[in-house]
Structures are given as structure tokens and as C-alpha cells.
């Protein structure tokens, strides 16, 4: 089912009686979604599981939403055309969104190319609780770590509509965040989005 197709009908939204507040002050720290984006290879999904593993040490409640995994499970019926791209990003924003309600601060560690998917994902948020972070690294240097070697089967044409070679990325032009793996380590720019958290009093 695509973002356009509204199947749903005489459906009512229940309100519970825990609000994000109370579980937030429960947990003793803000839920948020800190979304990082990039090309593949960049180090999303490494710079995600850091700044969960920091954030775990501080007694936070997290989960990295990472793109392989939920295509596994959620999103396994959905491919990499365009129109899957778009569908497999608002899926994810929902679920980032329920976290949120619970008090949570979400990490999601996907390409999401397109900067239109990315911003409805930050609409649906609450008001200051969505971080984007573009991981940005040179194409040459995703190419050259090619963890998965997927860049060696997209340059062969072993997969068509590739991000970065036959397909396009859209950098974030407003994000809250620039972190630079291909000149800054791990540690660094987990500080950089640790610090940037603790700043906008998500976390103490």
C-alpha cells in the first residue's frame, strides 16, 4: 500500500491516559528522532549504534531503526524504485513517531534520498524533537570502504537505480547537523551529535 492510498474507514483514534510527557519524565530525559541520512557507505548505521551505545550509558531509552533490518520484517514487500523509496521512508517516519509517544529517542539509519520523504518524516513530529543528520562522506571514499560491496555490483550494473551512481541523492539543505566521516572519526562525530542533543535539552 502506497503513501497516496487511504483504505481505512470507519476507524477512531484512541487516546491513552500515559502521556509522552510523563513517560519522558519517567525515563528522565526528551524522546526525539535523530535521523541520519547518506549515501551508502557513508556510516549511518555505525554512527547510529554509537550514539545509541552513549546514550544507553547515560541510562537513555533508545532504538536504532536501521535500514536492512527493517526491510527484513516491515518493509520486505517493498523494493527500490522511487515509489518503494517513498513508501519505505513514511513507514519508518510512523514509527519513529510511535517511539517518540513512548518516550523514546529513536535513531534511523537510512539513505532516504529524497529530501521531500525526509521532510514529511519531520512534520509528523513533535516541534524540536526531529535531528536530521547528513553523514557526509565523497562518493569516492563510500566507494572505496564499500562495506556490503554494493558499489562494485552497481558500477558492473548488477543493480540498477543505485544512490549515487544511476540515482539521485538529495543533501539535506537545512539539517540540524553536518557530521563528516570521511575526515572526522567515530568517536568525534558521535560527540558532535551527543553534544548537539544535549544542547537542545533532549538529554542532560
Excluded at 554512527?47 to 520484517?73: M, P, S
Aim: proline share 4%; charged share 30%.
Amino acid at each position: 500500500m502506497m503513501s497516496s492510498d487511504v483504505k481505512s474507514t470507519n476507524i477512531t483514534w484512541h487516546q491513552g491516559d500515559i502521556t509522552r510527557e510523563a513517560r519522558e519524565k519517567l525515563h528522565g530525559h526528551q524522546s526525539a528522532c535523530v535521523w541520519f541520512t547518506g549515501l551508502s557507505g557513508s556510516g549511518q548505521s555505525t554512527l547510529a549504534h554509537e550514539v545509541e551505545n552513549q546514550l544507553f550509558a547515560k541510562g537513555c531509552w533508545t532504538i536504532v531503526l536501521d535500514g536492512d533490518n527493517i526491510r527484513f520484517g516491515l518493509n520486505k514487500n517493498l523494493g527500490f524504485s522511487p515509489e518503494d523509496r517513498k513508501e519505505n521512508i513514511r513507514r519508518i517516519g510512523e514509527v519513529a513517531k510511535l517511539f517518540s509517544e513512548a518516550g523514546v529517542i529513536t535513531m534511523t539509519a537510512f539513505i532516504s534520498p529524497y529530501k521531500e520523504d525526509r521532510d514529511i518524516a519531520r512534520e509528523i513530529m513533535p516541534e524540536g524533537r526531529f535531528f536530521e543528520v547528513y553523514v557526509e562522506a565523497p562518493l569516492d571514499v563510500c566507494e572505496e570502504r564499500d562495506p556490503k560491496g554494493l558499489y562494485k555490483k552497481a558500477r558492473a550494473g548488477e543493480i540498477k537505480g543505485f544512490t549515487g551512481i544511476d540515482a539521485p541523492y538529495e543533501a539535506p539543505e537545512k539539517p540540524e547537523l553536518v557530521v563528516n566521516t570521511g575526515s572526522s572519526d567515530l568517536k568525534t562525530c558521535a560527540k558532535q551529535v551527543m553534544d548537539a542533543l544535549m544542547k537542545a535539552g533532549i538529554i542532560k
